[in-house]
Protein backbone atom coordinates (compact mmCIF):
# COMPACT_ATOMS: atom_id res chain seq x y z
CA UNK A 1 0.00 0.00 0.00
CA UNK A 2 3.08 1.92 0.86
CA UNK A 3 3.91 2.52 -2.90
CA UNK A 4 0.54 2.74 -3.87
CA UNK A 5 0.15 5.94 -1.58
CA UNK A 6 3.28 7.11 -3.33
CA UNK A 7 1.53 7.04 -6.73
CA UNK A 8 -0.97 8.99 -4.78
CA UNK A 9 1.33 11.66 -3.63
CA UNK A 10 3.28 11.66 -6.87
CA UNK A 11 0.02 12.73 -8.77
CA UNK A 12 -0.86 15.56 -5.96
CA UNK A 13 2.80 17.09 -6.49
CA UNK A 14 1.58 16.65 -10.54
CA UNK A 15 -1.35 19.06 -10.32
CA UNK A 16 0.19 21.09 -7.54
CA UNK A 17 2.77 21.87 -10.55
CA UNK A 18 0.38 22.58 -13.35
CA UNK A 19 -1.05 24.71 -11.10
CA UNK A 20 2.03 26.76 -10.42
CA UNK A 21 2.85 26.84 -14.25
CA UNK A 22 5.66 24.42 -14.25
CA UNK A 23 7.41 23.25 -17.07
CA UNK A 24 5.58 20.10 -18.26
CA UNK A 25 8.65 18.08 -18.83
CA UNK A 26 8.95 18.09 -14.91
CA UNK A 27 5.23 17.20 -14.79
CA UNK A 28 5.10 14.62 -17.14
CA UNK A 29 8.02 13.01 -15.69
CA UNK A 30 6.25 13.10 -11.88
CA UNK A 31 3.36 11.18 -13.70
CA UNK A 32 5.48 8.82 -15.35
CA UNK A 33 7.05 8.16 -11.97
CA UNK A 34 3.03 7.69 -10.56
CA UNK A 35 2.40 5.72 -13.29
CA UNK A 36 5.63 3.31 -12.42
CA UNK A 37 3.91 2.86 -9.01
CA UNK A 38 1.08 1.30 -10.48
CA UNK A 39 3.42 -1.07 -12.27
CA UNK A 40 5.24 -2.62 -9.21
CA UNK A 41 2.42 -2.22 -6.58
CA UNK A 42 0.68 -5.76 -7.35
CA UNK A 43 3.09 -7.45 -8.31
CA UNK A 44 5.22 -6.43 -5.12
CA UNK A 45 2.07 -7.23 -2.86
CA UNK A 46 1.23 -10.65 -4.75
CA UNK A 47 5.50 -11.49 -4.65
CA UNK A 48 4.89 -10.86 -0.95
CA UNK A 49 1.76 -12.72 -0.33
CA UNK A 50 0.25 -9.06 0.67
CA UNK A 51 -2.67 -8.60 -1.37
CA UNK A 52 -5.57 -6.67 0.50
CA UNK A 53 -8.88 -5.33 0.15
CA UNK A 54 -7.71 -1.54 0.59
CA UNK A 55 -4.95 -2.41 -1.83
CA UNK A 56 -6.71 -3.58 -4.14
CA UNK A 57 -9.19 -1.01 -3.69
CA UNK A 58 -6.64 1.90 -3.48
CA UNK A 59 -4.58 0.49 -6.78
CA UNK A 60 -7.89 1.31 -8.44
CA UNK A 61 -8.44 4.81 -7.55
CA UNK A 62 -5.10 5.78 -7.95
CA UNK A 63 -5.55 4.50 -11.65
CA UNK A 64 -8.29 6.24 -12.03
CA UNK A 65 -7.10 9.45 -10.73
CA UNK A 66 -3.88 8.84 -12.46
CA UNK A 67 -5.98 8.23 -15.81
CA UNK A 68 -8.75 11.47 -14.88
CA UNK A 69 -5.92 13.89 -14.67
CA UNK A 70 -4.14 12.67 -17.71
CA UNK A 71 -7.34 13.07 -19.61
CA UNK A 72 -7.74 16.88 -18.37
CA UNK A 73 -3.74 17.37 -19.37
CA UNK A 74 -4.76 16.26 -23.23
CA UNK A 75 -8.52 18.48 -23.14
CA UNK A 76 -6.59 21.17 -21.54
CA UNK A 77 -4.10 20.89 -24.29
CA UNK A 78 -6.28 20.09 -27.14
CA UNK A 79 -4.80 16.40 -27.95
CA UNK A 80 -8.06 15.04 -27.27
CA UNK A 81 -11.68 15.98 -28.17
CA UNK A 82 -14.17 16.06 -24.95
CA UNK A 83 -16.27 13.56 -27.24
CA UNK A 84 -13.47 11.01 -27.19
CA UNK A 85 -12.93 11.45 -23.36
CA UNK A 86 -16.88 11.32 -22.91
CA UNK A 87 -16.62 8.43 -25.12
CA UNK A 88 -13.85 6.83 -23.19
CA UNK A 89 -14.64 7.71 -19.90
CA UNK A 90 -18.34 6.48 -20.87
CA UNK A 91 -17.15 2.88 -21.28
CA UNK A 92 -15.33 3.43 -18.47
CA UNK A 93 -18.20 3.88 -16.08
CA UNK A 94 -20.23 1.15 -17.89
CA UNK A 95 -17.74 -1.37 -17.14
CA UNK A 96 -17.41 -0.15 -13.31
CA UNK A 97 -21.43 -0.54 -13.00
CA UNK A 98 -21.60 -4.30 -14.66
CA UNK A 99 -18.63 -5.19 -11.84
CA UNK A 100 -20.31 -3.09 -9.03
CA UNK A 101 -24.24 -3.88 -9.37
CA UNK A 102 -24.23 -7.42 -8.33
CA UNK A 103 -22.04 -6.33 -5.16
CA UNK A 104 -24.48 -3.75 -4.61
CA UNK A 105 -27.61 -5.91 -4.58
CA UNK A 106 -26.08 -8.50 -2.46
CA UNK A 107 -24.67 -5.57 0.19
CA UNK A 108 -27.86 -3.87 0.24
CA UNK A 109 -29.54 -7.43 1.57
CA UNK A 110 -29.02 -6.42 5.00
CA UNK A 111 -26.10 -9.40 5.47
CA UNK A 112 -25.12 -10.32 8.77
CA UNK A 113 -21.46 -8.74 9.89
CA UNK A 114 -19.42 -11.93 8.86
CA UNK A 115 -21.28 -12.42 5.51
CA UNK A 116 -21.09 -8.59 4.48
CA UNK A 117 -16.70 -8.87 5.39
CA UNK A 118 -16.71 -12.06 3.46
CA UNK A 119 -18.33 -10.48 0.22
CA UNK A 120 -16.04 -7.35 0.35
CA UNK A 121 -12.89 -9.54 0.56
CA UNK A 122 -14.68 -12.04 -2.10
CA UNK A 123 -15.69 -8.72 -4.71
CA UNK A 124 -12.47 -6.98 -3.57
CA UNK A 125 -9.98 -10.09 -4.20
CA UNK A 126 -11.99 -11.87 -7.07
CA UNK A 127 -13.52 -8.81 -9.26
CA UNK A 128 -11.74 -6.59 -8.88
CA UNK A 129 -8.34 -8.23 -9.98
CA UNK A 130 -8.37 -7.06 -13.97
CA UNK A 131 -8.27 -9.71 -16.73
CA UNK A 132 -5.91 -9.77 -19.57
CA UNK A 133 -8.15 -7.82 -21.89
CA UNK A 134 -8.87 -5.60 -19.16
CA UNK A 135 -4.81 -5.17 -18.55
CA UNK A 136 -4.59 -4.70 -22.46
CA UNK A 137 -7.17 -2.18 -22.38
CA UNK A 138 -5.43 0.12 -19.49
CA UNK A 139 -1.96 -0.48 -21.27
CA UNK A 140 -3.64 1.09 -24.32
CA UNK A 141 -5.33 4.09 -22.41
CA UNK A 142 -2.18 4.65 -20.66
CA UNK A 143 0.20 4.48 -23.31
CA UNK A 144 -2.06 5.87 -25.63
CA UNK A 145 -2.19 9.17 -23.12
CA UNK A 146 1.74 9.08 -22.59
CA UNK A 147 2.20 9.39 -26.46
CA UNK A 148 0.25 11.97 -26.71
CA UNK A 149 1.63 14.07 -23.99
CA UNK A 150 4.91 13.64 -25.09
CA UNK A 151 4.06 15.79 -28.39
CA UNK A 152 3.81 18.47 -25.73
CA UNK A 153 7.44 17.87 -25.11
CA UNK A 154 8.18 16.96 -28.45
CA UNK A 155 6.15 18.11 -31.07
CA UNK A 156 6.32 15.12 -33.75
CA UNK A 157 3.30 14.02 -35.88
CA UNK A 158 4.06 10.63 -35.66
CA UNK A 159 3.63 10.59 -31.73
CA UNK A 160 0.20 11.61 -32.32
CA UNK A 161 -0.92 9.13 -34.62
CA UNK A 162 0.60 6.29 -32.61
CA UNK A 163 -1.38 7.71 -29.45
CA UNK A 164 -4.77 7.91 -31.03
CA UNK A 165 -4.34 4.32 -32.32
CA UNK A 166 -3.48 3.22 -28.81
CA UNK A 167 -6.69 5.42 -27.91
CA UNK A 168 -8.75 3.35 -30.22
CA UNK A 169 -7.75 0.18 -29.43
CA UNK A 170 -8.50 1.08 -25.24
CA UNK A 171 -12.02 1.92 -26.82
CA UNK A 172 -12.02 -1.67 -28.77
CA UNK A 173 -10.26 -3.36 -25.56
CA UNK A 174 -12.83 -1.67 -23.37
CA UNK A 175 -15.95 -2.95 -25.55
CA UNK A 176 -14.72 -6.66 -24.84
CA UNK A 177 -13.86 -6.00 -21.32
CA UNK A 178 -17.72 -4.73 -20.90
CA UNK A 179 -18.42 -7.88 -23.34
CA UNK A 180 -16.88 -10.36 -20.28
CA UNK A 181 -17.66 -8.84 -17.68
CA UNK A 182 -21.31 -9.22 -18.76
CA UNK A 183 -21.11 -12.40 -18.90
CA UNK A 184 -19.56 -13.05 -16.07
CA UNK A 185 -22.14 -11.41 -14.19
CA UNK A 186 -25.26 -12.81 -15.47
Not at 130 to 141: D, K, P, T
Not at 174 to 180: D, K, P, R
Request: glycine share 6%; hydrophobic share 55%; proline share 2%.
Amino acid sequence: NQITYLGFILIGIAIWLNYRGTEFKTQLLILIFAAVTDAIDGPTARNNNNVTVLGTWLDHIRDGTLVAWASYLLYQNQLLSLEMIFIIWALQLLLIWITLKDFLIQYLKKLSDVETEVLIQHFSLDNLQASLIGRLQFFCWTVGYLFLLLYLISPNPMLITIGQALIILEIIFAGLNISESYRKSI
